[in-house]
């Protein structure tokens, strides 16, 4: 097994407090089984403000590049609010995204039996879900030109952005979604707004041409506004959906509020060739960094995550699923997720998933 390089991007608010649970993980896998991994801790966001004036310094991008995959904390924090757009922490992690190309954002979202009670949906419109979207990271509206404020003949200010997708980039999502849903329960559902953007009738008509090489998955498309509202609905009635950069950011988070804890729910930014970043979906939440009572869940099933699509080590990124699912079984949960019971720190639940750990490798 040749060693892997990980570049560890802590970034802001709770991102070093669970990255530090991360690093745990990542230690117990290298002595507990002889997992070959080297990390290189880099900043970025509001750390790579502080250290270099820019979000996303010249040597951290350097140290991405030469890793094997990235592991991300969160960005962002109101101390670097006032900052011009460019220099704030969310330019660090829009322009990392861009690039290392990594342009297949997965975002799954699944409920976790123990937690069941912990959604705000009845439990049998959610018990059993599991739900991957799959998010186009690196075009659209996000980095569509032209964009800007400009000011009017009559002096009133204009704000514009613009929505573009071009072939090769609704291809290569939709590439990667078939492909995910191949390995899944074979139900594919693009998500679009066809009735009204030019771009969205693109959209659909190449998902629609991809969609002869995988006669096996069952297509299916659907408008965004009704989208968002099957996924409260119904939401079991999804496998895999894709979608645009934006309408992704959106249902996303809608999908991870289903499971009752965004705290649980890790992400992966793929590449064409597997290399990816691996970062839990919550933000860097400033209102409770430094109390160590963030869920470090998400960050240690990211690392799952990256051990399986980028280090091919599928076996390790089970263990770790199982480490997690026993903890939950013996009771562990950090604050979002107790429903007002006893609560335990963001070490303690690190140290109980690495607990769990060993005892698989006995
Ligand atoms: C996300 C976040 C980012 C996004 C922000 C922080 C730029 O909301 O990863 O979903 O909009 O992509
Ligand atoms: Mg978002």
Redesign the pocket.
Known sequence: MSMKKIAILSGDGIGPEIVAEAIKLLDCLKHNFGFDVELESAAIGGAGYDQDGDPLPESTLTICQQADAVLLGAV?GPAYEGLERELRP?RG??RIRAELELFSNLRPAMLYPQLASASSLKDEIVSGLDIMIVRELTGGIYFGQPRGIRELDNGEKQGFNTLVYAEYEIERIGRSAFDIAMLRNKKLCSVDKANVLEVSELWREVMNRLSTDYPEVELSHMYVDNASMQLVRAPKQFDVMVTTNMFG?IL?DTAAMLTGSIGMLPSASLDSNGKGMYEPIH?SAPDIAGKSIANPLATLLSVAMMLRYSLGEAELANLIDVAVGNVLNQGFRTADIADGANSVSTAEMGDAVVAAMRVQSN
Do not use: P
Request: overall charge negative.
């Open positions: 962002g969310e992690l829009l950011d996303s933000g």
